[in-house]
């Protein structure tokens, strides 16, 4: 079980956080715009460890270009990552149709922010009832079950793959 410390983030974060239950957190932006971002855990194709990460414009408005957004996410992401052993589960939102834009930005994301020496970012498509879907997990490389892990993701995206 993780536990994100909203305290935690508001040391490092240039928006503040306000905690609501466990791991969810919401910040309003100088824009007025109003985010939920946060972590809840998934069992679909692994056992424990892996949470799903979710970002949400609770607000409905589209959001300008804003930095802070990005390094108080972020600055959240380094605190899931900061638990023991956590699997981080990204499925990009199908509502819009704008999947393939978000996971563009998802990996622009990565590679501008993380330390790639220290983490794997493992992607699989997979089309269901039409439905294009993006998804990936991302964990550390010194993960205790870092293949498994990954097999065990990829194994479910194939079983569930309509493609």
Known sequence: MIRISAEAVNLRSPYK???????????RTKHGILYTVGFV??????????????????????????????ETVRVIIEEF????????????????????????????????????????MYNEPMVIDNVRYFSSIILRKDHPLHNQVINSFHD????????
């Open 41 to 70: 855990a998934d069992v679909s194709f692994f056992d424990e460890g892996v949470y799903q990460f979710f970002i949400i414009n609770e607000s409905g408005k589209t959001s300008r270009a804003d930095k802070d957004v990005s």
């Open 81 to 120: 990552f900061a638990q023991k052993e956590p699997v981080m589960l990204y499925i990009c939102d199908t509502t819009d149709k704008r999947q393939s834009s978000r996971d563009r930005l998802f990996r622009i994301w990565f590679n501008t922010y993380v330390k790639n020496d220290s983490y794997t």
């Open 156 to 163: 479910f995206i194939v079983e569930h793959n309509q493609d």
């Open 17 to 27: 956080v306000k905690q609501e239950g466990e791991n969810i957190f919401l910040f």
